[in-house]
């Protein structure tokens, strides 16, 4: 009925208050589904945010098939901006907030010196997370501290009947974001749309991540950019390198070993900014003519 001729030509804005009325903040997928046909016929949508105390406005991201809601005076930013995004525990925090905020202050420097299409002078950065507590609070504080933009896709994890999944209530730190049901947690993933992905040590939900991500690059869902796990290797081994090894071993990933070259595992900033440093300049071993790593990630040193 919104899309119908003689509507549309009066209709001028949407704003609303509460997402759903038997779901409170989270939205359905007929909801994103009716938010994506607005923004096709550039009908604005608003979210007058309680949790937030702004006005979102629903924004498509370029080239992408989904958007998230974002404050009126960050929208130009959300559409132009590079996504780095971080996985981890919802349950710890690690001690990684120092490491993350010398990570992404080194690639904000970082920017003078690049000419590449994700980065560049005037390239504006966006971080992504679940929008929970732990290791997605830590990223979600240091981007907001950072003046990058702080997004989230968060589900509704409140309690139910035999559930074994810590209720996850969104963090403070969150400037955009998009809201799933927990019977869409599949496509809320696939709506991440981040440029360098980031692992953190973390249980089933980070596992599930790393393998979205990993089968992203190996069906050239998204280009071959770097993942940084950060963490000490033994680590890293324990919970892939079995894996990646029976996998080569019964030929079940022949002509994709070079999906190995798309992990490294970093201890520190330093580490990660080689990395990048690295990819942006062109000079990393990186996708299908890459090298193949037999822990089924670089360790950089």
């Known amino acids: 009925m919104l899309l119908n ?65 974002v ?8 559409r132009k901006a590079t996504v780095f995004g971080v996985y981890g525990s ?14 992404w202050e080194g690639v904000l420097n970082m920017r003078a010196q690049m000419h590449h299409p994700l980065l560049s002078q005037n390239t504006p950065l966006a971080v992504v997370t679940g929008g929970g507590p732990g290791a997605m609070e830590v990223a979600n504080r240091v981007a907001r501290s950072l003046g990058i933009l702080s997004c989230a896709n968060t589900v509704d994890f409140r309690a139910k009947d035999k559930s074994v999944v810590n209720e996850q ?31 953190l040590p973390g249980g089933i939900g980070t ?20 993942i ?6 033994d680590y890293w081994r324990q919970k892939l390198t079995s894996r990646f090894h029976l996998n080569r071993e019964t030929g079940t990933i ?31 071993s990186i996708g299908k003519e890459g090298r193949i790593y037999d822990d089924g990630f670089c360790i950089v040193d």
């Open 90 to 103: 919802n349950l710890a925090e690690g001690n990684f907030e120092q490491e993350l905020r010398d990570l």
């Open 169 to 199: 209530i969104q963090n403070q730190y969150i400037d955009a974001k998009m809201t799933y049901r927990l019977d869409r947690l599949v496509e809320r993933q696939a709506e991440f749309y981040l440029d360098f992905p980031i692992l």
């Open 71 to 78: 404050p009126l005076n960050l929208v130009e930013e959300f």
């Open 5 to 69: 001729d003689q509507v549309h030509r009066c209709l001028k804005r949407i704003y609303f208050q509460y997402p759903s009325a038997s779901h409170d903040g989270f939205f359905s997928q007929e909801d994103r589904a009716m938010l994506v046909d607005l923004a096709k016929f550039a009908i604005p949508v608003f979210w007058v945010d309680d949790k937030t105390n702004k006005i979102l406005q629903y924004v498509f991201k370029t080239d992408k098939e989904s958007g998230m809601f």
């Open 228 to 233: 940084l796990l950060f963490g000490e290797p």
């Open 207 to 226: 596992d599930f991540e790393y393998t979205l991500e990993e089968v992203r690059r190996k069906t050239g869902g998204c280009p071959p950019n770097p």
């Open 254 to 284: 022949k002509g994709s070993e070079w999906i190995s070259n798309c992990f490294y595992c970093v201890q520190n900033a330093k580490q990660g900014l080689s990395v990048y440093q690295r990819f942006f300049q062109g000079t990393l």
